[in-house]
């Protein structure tokens, strides 16, 4: 049992709460009774319990988090010239080919040659962007590349930003081109804002030029970075106040082939020299085929680090297991190898890494997070220019797996990483399902071998997440804790393209979330996904935040998690309902938490029906109460109502304040409501 302050009874109310505009049957009808145990609290919350994860799905990364303006910079895709185009004006493009002889380094291999016969203002080369390039008016943008001279005359190149009409909107002249591979950089301010624009680069003279790494980077970044991020997205993470943030997927972490798996060593140093490579979502769905998708890494593991603790949140990343994705080829690493020397950790025969390589990424990592600057990966993490540590306590094995492939690997990976670092947190997986035989087996034997965290994942109907909002009340208390890594309700169906974030499934995840909530001595962490989607190229829906290239709006689910993180409280408080009824019977959803750290009791209400109701709350054993207490509400009387960029706030939080005369007063609640009320007292 913990001690339990003073507290001012916090109630957050998704609802009206005046009783003029309700029906006399309504004004009239006995209230339930609701029984917070202010008296008896129950167990601690987790204080990382509401986070976030992060898919680079939905052009989540490059296209939105990750600002840069310029698709495929370094001509290093499979299709070398995916987002480019050749302009073949009256000065006549000879070639334009991309080419492999002296690049820039060994890891940026390719780059292009541009050849123009004549000299003229119309030979050179277009970046489409990410669907376009969304700019701001009088906004800086710093534009770089490298270039070297050929052949003939060309001493300097003219870059211009266009609108999606092609009106130019900013030029500038690169010059003093030489014959050796050469950065230029150079500002470019836009007259006016376009959400679609695109970039030119034309030649000055006839002759050649190689042009690599180009770039169009916004100097408005979170914290003013160099190689920072996307502010409104950032700002939309931060004000959820999330305990942690799990990077970098999902999916990805897996890859189609192990080949394609994420290497996070392949994402740190200098951003010029980080390899692109095939996102394994370009071609999943055949409604939503995106073949230019890949990963540039400029948002690489440094940048995911950095991200969680300038919004406050412990860094989960995951890792490989040495599984590729089950639901394409299922490859498997060899589970471990007895070669020495420069072939440590690869099979013998085919050279193939093996279970060892992806166990020593594993270790490898947790020293770059926060080793010192003496050790070897610690010192790259210093280069970087984050001398302190960024004091990684948990990762993931795996993401998603399941059968006994995983768990053979699972077992030798997490004892190896505790034998050298034992006080890093493991979190393993349930596999992809919420329930049946695999699920099951995978509990059992991660119960037996003691694992910390189990991620479990749940994308269902609406109806689904009402129904078991009691999925914890049997678990046992002595397991392991559990991760609700992801969840979303599905409209329509898992996959569907017709997938809403409507109120109607955000008010259903706010109901599953009490029981999460009265659940809290074994759920430890929870997180909505996906979390980001780009408006013109996503793969999957719902998501928790959709944008376009210039503004960006958080859903109706984004709200509900919101509420969420920022009253998740320190400790349970029992509560009953009328005649001990469960939880969600008459579509009634209710839990409760003590917050140490203000002196508050936060009482969350979800009233899934189209009419308004009364109830009737008891803080049993909370005295001297204030008169007032505030309320926070998130209604709609329609369930498909969604949030646009047009209209972002359809469903967003009301505030307001509400009598209180007593420990036992009345509340309430509007139709299609989650609600939450703060009184002044002690218990």
């Known amino acids: 049992m913990l001690p339990l302050p003073t507290f001012r009874v916090r109630l957050l109310a998704a609802g009206l709460t005046g009783l003029s505009w309700l029906p006399a049957a309504a004004q009239t009808a006995a209230p339930a009774t609701i029984t917070v145990q202010v008296n008896k609290p129950g167990g601690a919350v987790s204080k990382n319990m509401y986070g976030l994860f992060f898919e680079d799905i939905n052009f989540a990364a490059d296209g939105g988090l ?80 490298y270039a070297r001279k050929g052949p003939g ?95 970098p997927g999902g999916c990805i972490v897996e890859g189609r082939t192990l080949a394609e798996r994420y290497q996070w060593k392949k994402t740190i140093g200098d951003v010029a020299s980080r390899e692109p490579l095939i996102n394994r979502w370009n071609m999943e769905f055949k409604h939503r085929s995106t073949p230019d998708y890949y990963q540039s890494f400029g948002l690489g593991f440094f940048e995911y680090f950095q991200l969680s603790e300038d919004i406050g949140a412990e860094p989960l990343p995951i890792l490989n297991v040495g599984m590729a994705c089950q639901f394409n080829s299922a490859e498997l690493a060899p589970m471990s190898s007895t070669a020495g020397g420069p ?14 390589t992806f166990i020593q990424d594993a270790i490898d990592l947790i020293e770059f997070a926060n080793g010192p600057a003496t050790s070897p990966w610690g010192a790259k993490r210093v280069a970087m220019g984050h001398p302190a540590p960024f004091n990684l306590k948990m990762i993931g094995i795996g993401n998603e797996q399941w059968g006994p492939q995983y768990l053979e690997r699972y077992e030798p990976f997490a004892k190896a990483v505790k034998a050298k ?51 914890y009340d049997k678990y046992s208390r002595k397991g392991p804790k559990i991760f609700a890594g992801e969840y979303a309700a599905q409209s329509v169906a898992i996959g569907s393209p017709d997938n809403k974030n409507n109120w109607d499934c955000a008010l259903s995840e706010a109901a599953f979330m009490t029981g999460l909530e009265r659940n ?164």
Do not use: C
Not at 641 to 666: C, G, H, M, R, Y
């Open 66 to 145: 990750y600002p840069e303006l310029v698709k495929n910079k370094s001509f290093e895709t499979d299709e070398h010239l995916v987002g480019w185009k050749a302009l073949r004006g009256g000065a006549g493009l000879e070639t334009y080919a991309v080419l492999t002889q002296q690049p820039i380094s060994a890891t940026n291999r390719h780059f292009v040659r541009l050849n123009a016969r004549v000299a003229g203002p119309d030979a050179g080369m277009v970046n489409e962007g990410f669907r376009g390039m969304g700019v701001k008016q009088n906004a800086e943008y710093t534009f770089s590349l």
């Open 153 to 247: 005359s060309v001493n300097s190149l003219t870059v211009t930003l266009e609108s999606e009409k092609g009106q130019p909107l900013a030029q500038a002249q690169v010059s003093g081109l030489t014959s050796e591979w050469k950065k230029y950089s150079l500002p470019i301010k836009p007259s006016a804002t376009d959400a679609k624009a695109h970039l030119k680069i034309t030649l000055d003279g006839a002759g050649t030029v190689d042009v690599d790494v180009v770039s169009l980077f916004p100097k408005d970044t979170w914290n003013n970075r160099p190689n920072g991020l996307r502010p409104d997205l950032v700002q939309l993470l931060k004000d959820m106040q999330p305990g942690f943030l799990r990077f």
């Open 343 to 356: 072939n440590a950790g690869n099979d013998p025969n085919t050279g193939d890494p093996t279970l060892d």
């Open 421 to 471: 670092y034992p006080n890093i947190q493991i979190v393993s997986s349930a596999g992809p399902s919420p329930d049946g035989e695999l699920f099951e087996k995978a509990s059992k034997r991660l119960g037996e071998l003691n694992a910390e965290y189990v991620d479990e994942h749940y994308y269902a109907k609406p109806e689904w997440f009402r129904e078991h909002a009691d999925r």
């Open 520 to 683: 809290a001595d074994v759920v430890g962490m929870a997180s909505y996904a996906p979390m980001l989607a780009h408006v013109d190229a996503w793969q999957w829906t719902p998501n928790m935040i959709w944008f376009d290239n210039l503004n960006s709006y958080g859903t109706t689910n984004y709200y509900v998690q919101k509420l969420y993180a920022l009253n998740k409280g320190t400790t349970i408080l029992p509560v009953q309902l009328p005649g001990n009824a469960k939880n969600g019977q008459d579509n009634l959803f209710v839990s409760a938490v003590a917050d140490n750290g203000t002196g508050e009791v936060v009482v969350k209400l979800v009233n899934y029906s189209p009419e308004a109701r009364t109830v009737k709350v008891n803080l049993a054993g909370a005295k001297k109460l204030g008169k007032t207490g505030k309320a926070t509400v998130l209604a709609s009387p329609d369930l498909q109502t969604q949030n646009t960029l047009e209209q972002p706030t359809n469903v967003a939080p009301k505030e307001s304040e509400f009598k209180v005369s007593s420990a036992i007063f009345d509340y309430t609640l509007a139709p299609n409501s989650f609600t939450v009320l703060r009184v002044a007292g002690k218990k």
